[in-house]
């Protein structure tokens, strides 16, 4: 079973910036897909990015395109999420997930497809 530890949530002002970071143990194949979702209270889970080990193709969702970049450090087994200019609406537990489907998951970053998921991370964006 794959471990996922996430690390960088926080409180930060409108406009800022965090990273989120994901180290992912215990996985069989070198070949996956690693990213986050998001989840508000009161609100659906919803993608956010995501990367493909097997060559770094990216994907992201909507609302963060142009503000988020995801990135991977292959030696540390980590992925990162910088996030910035960071809106209110952007508030969210952030949860690191992991799949092995590395061409269906990069297509539609669906929830069903992410066999691991970590603990979560809160993302606050506030005055």
């Not at 930060?12 to 690693?34: E, H, N, W």
């Not at 030696?75 to 990162?80: G, H, I, M, P, V």
């Not at 603990?119 to 005055?127: D, E, K, L, Y």
Request: one cysteine or more.
């Amino acid at each position: 079973q794959v471990q996922l530890v996430e690390s960088g949530g926080g409180l930060v002002q409108p406009g800022g910036s965090l990273r989120l970071s994901c180290t992912a143990s215990g996985f069989a194949l070198d070949y996956y897909v690693i990213g986050w979702f998001r989840q508000a209270p009161g609100k659906e889970r919803e993608a956010v990015s995501c990367i493909r080990t097997t060559d770094d193709n990216t994907y992201y969702g909507d609302s963060v395109k142009g503000r988020f970049t995801i990135s991977r450090d292959n030696a540390k087994n980590t992925a990162y999420l910088q996030m910035n200019s960071l809106k209110p609406e952007d508030t969210a537990v952030y949860y690191c997930a992991f799949s092995y489907s590395t061409l269906s998951a990069m297509t539609s970053m669906s929830a069903p497809l992410f066999s691991d998921w970590g603990q979560g991370t809160q993302v606050t964006v506030s005055p």
